[in-house]
């Protein structure tokens, strides 16, 4: 299964489930090694960078992903 294919099926689950399956496995990186964290968040961000240079992602201006954030919460 491709780190994808979760992705998919984990946004396909209810809201509830969400929250627990991202708080278990952000409970899970409690125990990764601080500098495994810090490798991983950067290779994050330049895949992020390398998407966003080639226009495979959409942006959004701050203020309405906070509203979107804040209504998807309500």
Do not use: F, Y
């Not at 959409?58 to 804040?70: D, L, N, Q, S, V």
């Amino acid at each position: 299964m491709t780190m994808r294919n979760v992705e998919s099926a984990a946004m396909k689950l209810p809201t509830a489930r969400r929250a627990r399956l991202a708080a278990s496995l952000l409970a899970s990186l409690d125990q990764a090694d601080e500098s495994e964290i810090d490798h991983a968040w950067a290779q994050e961000a330049d895949r992020r960078l390398r998407r966003h240079g080639r226009a495979k992602s959409k942006t959004i201006p701050a203020a309405i992903a906070i509203a979107k954030a804040r209504e998807a919460l309500r």
